[in-house]
């Protein structure tokens, strides 16, 4: 079955440091895609970078970056050069087409970030 | 331009009541969903349709039912509200490989 798992529910980072926010991931099927999103304390749901299963390139966009082992299922977000604003909540989401599955989209439960001036 | 669009922003109803999430997307995305949001749950599906026509439960369907209307419109109706139901509920679009639009969020409270 598919599955996403964050396993830190809240994460602490200095302003100005790199951090890596975790995310395991179950499937089988062979061709999905990888998604992270930001969630401020606003409320909306804020895309960040994808990642296709047969990529071959890490994806990069700004400070976002995601670190992906396809061996490990693993697909952690690193955000380089914390800043205040990057406080929020953070998920991890996949899409397949396994066990017959017409592409939903399904979430971790998140991790909690705080950056610390 | 819109995105997705969800309405209302926040409703309490009481128990038994009914009521009609509604969404729209002007994206001409074939694919749209339904999730509520808990806290400490993250986002869990409710439905999804992946296209005009079609819908298919996801992991948390009981109490919920819903409609694709057409391409634009995907609606989550609760027929008999009781207080398990009291959450954020998202309405997103999207195509197939990219990203999903996420609507602003409606705040329910069943009392």
């Known amino acids: 079955a598919q599955k996403i798992t964050q396993t830190q529910p809240g994460m602490f980072v200095q302003e100005k440091e790199a951090v890596t926010l975790d995310c395991t991931y179950d499937?089988?099927?062979?061709?999905?895609?990888l998604f992270w999103y930001k969630q401020p304390s606003s409320g909306e749901m804020i895309f960040l970078i994808y990642?296709?299963?047969?990529?071959?390139q890490n994806a990069t966009e700004g400070r976002y970056s995601l670190n992906f082992q396809k061996a490990r299922k693993s697909a952690n977000l690193v955000i380089s050069a914390s800043q205040l604003g990057d406080s929020a909540m953070y998920f991890c989401?996949?899409?397949?087409?396994?066990?017959?599955?017409?592409?939903?989209?399904?979430f971790g439960k998140g991790t909690k970030l705080s950056v610390k001036p | 331009n819109a995105g997705v669009t969800q309405t209302p922003k926040f409703q309490v109803l009481k128990t038994g009541q009914s009521m009609t999430l509604q969404c729209a997307q002007d994206?001409?995305?074939?694919?749209m969903y339904w999730y509520r949001q808990d806290p400490g749950m993250g986002l869990r599906l409710i439905y999804y349709?992946?296209?005009?026509?079609?819908?298919d439960k996801g992991e948390v369907p009981n109490g919920y039912n819903v409609s694709r209307l057409n391409k634009r419109e995907f609606s989550l109706r609760l027929e008999s509200a009781a207080p398990s139901q009291t959450s954020v509920y998202f309405c997103?679009?999207?195509?197939?490989?990219?990203?999903?639009?996420f609507g602003q969020g409606t705040r329910l409270t069943v009392v």
């Open positions: 997103a679009s999207s195509e197939q490989d990219f990203e999903a639009f």
């Open positions: 499937t089988s099927d062979q061709s999905y895609g």
């Open positions: 990642q296709g299963s047969y990529d071959e």
């Open positions: 989401a996949m899409r397949d087409f396994a066990g017959g599955s017409q592409g939903n989209l399904i």
């Open positions: 994206m001409n995305h074939n694919s």
């Open positions: 349709s992946a296209s005009e026509g079609t819908t």
